[in-house]
């Protein structure tokens, strides 16, 4: 199946992850922002299990 360039309007494939003409990226935008997220929530995640864990060792000192 063909679908158009969102930067060229060149006719590509479904498949291709690029634009063969222009070579514009074909990932959809709301997986990058998942993604980015992903990579927000991942690194909130483990910063607070780092100071718990350092909060909990240290009643030990």
């Given at each position: 199946m063909?679908?158009?360039c969102?930067?060229?309007?060149?006719?590509?494939?479904?498949?291709a992850?690029?634009?063969?003409?222009?070579g514009?990226?074909r990932?959809?935008?709301?997986?990058?922002?998942?993604?980015?997220?992903m990579?927000i929530?991942?690194?909130l995640?483990?910063?607070?299990?780092?100071?718990?864990?350092?909060?909990?060792?240290?009643?030990?000192?």
């Amino acid at each position: 199946m063909l679908i158009s360039c969102k930067e060229c309007n060149a006719q590509i494939s479904t498949k291709a992850k690029t634009c063969p003409s222009c070579g514009a990226d074909r990932t959809p935008i709301e997986w990058k922002v998942f993604v980015a997220g992903m990579d927000i929530f991942l690194g909130l995640f483990f910063g607070v299990l780092f100071l718990m864990a350092l909060f909990y060792f240290m009643r030990f000192l």
